[in-house]
Structures are given as structure tokens and as C-alpha cells.
């Protein structure tokens, strides 16, 4: 992701976290929309919200969504 401001970090950060119930980490390369996740949290230092946290701490496996899943929710 190119960051252009940390506003604008914070605004796809809010977005992610509020579509997180609803996304599907078993599509074909899932993951990638995990690692925006993971630059948007490091830019904004913004804490996982109730409703995505449970969502990403159902992501089993060592498949790179799940590795990137148990990164996310162990830094909140």
C-alpha cells in the first residue's frame, strides 16, 4: 500500500476493519489484504476493533493468511 498521508491510513484502516466480518481468508491470496491491515495498524497505531479481532482469530493454519492473522491479533 502507498501511504499517503496518516489520515489516509486511518481511513483504510477503518474500512478494513468494518468489512473484516464479512471477508472470506480462504480466497486465493487473502492474505494480501491481511498485509494492508498489517501496514495500516503499523502506521496508525490503531488497535483491532472487537468484531474484526474475533474474525482474524478464527483463521487457522499455517497458510500465509493464518501467519498473518495470528501477527495481527497478537500486536493488539
Not at 24 to 35: G, I, M
Request: with cysteine; proline share 4%.
Amino acid at each position: 500500500m502507498i501511504q499517503v498521508s496518516t489520515l489516509h491510513a486511518a481511513v483504510v484502516d477503518d474500512a478494513l476493519q468494518l468489512w473484516m466480518p464479512h471477508f472470506d481468508p480462504h480466497r486465493k491470496n487473502a492474505f494480501q489484504v491481511l498485509e494492508v491491515l498489517v501496514e495500516t495498524q503499523a502506521a496508525t497505531g490503531k488497535s483491532l476493533q472487537a468484531p474484526a479481532r474475533h474474525m482474524l482469530e478464527s483463521i487457522t493454519g499455517n497458510a500465509k493468511a493464518g501467519r498473518v492473522a495470528r501477527q495481527l491479533t497478537q500486536n493488539c
